[in-house]
């Protein structure tokens, strides 16, 4: 079974700082990766995702991400962030085959102050 | 745009009393999903299904269960409710095309029991 990481829980950054969440799994096989993002009373939402290919995937909102299978991670990064980025991010996979459902990571909380 | 609709935003209920949560999806997906979301868990899959009348235990099924009898609905049954089944629940769902992909989520429903 996957499972999903997320170092931190809670970021507290102001804006114009560099942002990187990290995210590592464990699954032995091939893996599918994604990156959600939940601002305050909003849906869940896609901010980008990995299938296959460039292991550096760009997103919404300047949002870029790299997947490094060597280390089993997938770590979310923005140069300069905005107080609209205040929201929590949550890291999730699925494996290609099998069980086409999320594990999803314990989210973490961005906070970015003015 | 695909649309995930769930039936309440907010719901009150009683410990004992059964509760049915409602899920409909505009776009002919044939997965669905329950999730329930809680801080510091992330969201953990609750049940799924790959076609009507089909379904399958998540990770946390336990006093749960599910019906999907149309394709657009999945809907979730608390069949005695209990205080520690107070929580965000989120329906998603997603076309799957033979391999795992973005899941669109519907805008959640916070339960409390009492």
């Known amino acids: 079974a996957q499972s999903v990481s997320q170092h931190n829980h809670h970021v507290i950054l102001s804006e114009a700082a560099s942002l990187e969440l990290g995210c590592n799994y464990s699954?032995?096989?091939?893996?599918?990766l994604f990156w959600y993002v939940q601002y305050p009373g909003q849906h869940l939402q896609l901010l980008l995702k990995?299938?296959?290919?460039?292991?550096l995937v760009k997103g919404i909102k300047g949002f870029e991400a790299e997947f490094i299978k060597s280390k089993f991670s997938f770590n979310l990064r923005k140069p300069s962030v905005q107080w609209s980025d205040t929201a929590e991010y949550f890291c999730a996979v699925t494996a290609y085959t099998g069980r086409r459902a999320l594990t999803f990571g314990s989210g973490t909380r961005l906070q970015v102050q003015p | 745009d695909v649309k995930v609709t769930q039936s309440s935003r907010y719901l009150v209920k009683r410990t004992g009393e059964k509760v049915f949560l409602e899920c409909v999806q505009d776009?002919?997906?044939?997965?669905m999903f329950w999730y329930r979301q809680d801080p510091g868990l992330g969201l953990r899959l609750i049940y799924f299904?790959?076609?009507?009348?089909?379904?399958e235990k998540g990770d946390i099924p336990e006093g749960y269960s599910v019906s999907r009898e149309k394709k657009e609905r999945f809907s979730l049954i608390l069949e005695s409710a209990s205080t520690n089944q107070t929580s965000m629940y989120l329906c998603?769902?997603?076309?799957?095309?033979?391999?795992?992909?973005?899941?669109?989520f519907g805008p959640g429903t916070r339960l409390t029991v009492l």
């Open positions: 776009m002919d997906h044939e997965n």
């Open positions: 998603a769902s997603f076309y799957g095309g033979g391999k795992a992909g973005e899941q669109f």
């Open positions: 990995y299938f296959s290919g460039d292991p």
């Open positions: 699954y032995g096989g091939t893996v599918n």
């Open positions: 299904s790959y076609d009507v009348k089909m379904k």
